[in-house]
């Protein structure tokens, strides 16, 4: 193997090493307070160390539209928008 990927390849399991040990001592990134609240909300459920108290993909797509809808009210809705969001959650 060249060197070059050998020391790729080392790099990479540091990094994810030093991010596995920040994660089990409950550490998280800062979400920006720019994020929408309900997004924001969204990311920090997921982020529960008990993986029976996550949002379930169903619950996160629900969530998602959910928000989506308030944003779109804010900015005065497009029916465009919704009509295509409708088709994709009918697949």
């Known amino acids: 193997m060249p060197f070059f990927v050998k020391k790729l390849l080392s790099c990479t399991v540091l990094h994810f090493?030093?991010?596995?040990?920040?994660?089990?001592?409950?550490?998280?990134l800062d979400i920006p307070a720019s994020v929408h609240p309900g997004l924001s909300k969204?990311?920090?459920?997921?982020?529960?160390?008990?993986?029976?108290?996550?949002?379930?993909?169903?619950?996160?797509?629900?969530?998602?539209?959910?928000?989506?809808?308030?944003v779109q009210a804010a900015k005065g809705g497009n029916r465009r928008s919704r009509a295509k969001m409708q088709k994709k959650s009918e697949r």
Request: one cysteine or more; glycine letters at 2%; hydrophobic letters at 40%.
């Open 17 to 28: 090493i030093t991010l596995l040990s920040y994660l089990q001592q409950g550490l998280r």
């Open 42 to 70: 969204l990311i920090q459920q997921c982020w529960d160390e008990n993986p029976d108290l996550r949002p379930t993909f169903a619950e996160i797509i629900v969530q998602l539209e959910d928000i989506l809808q308030h």
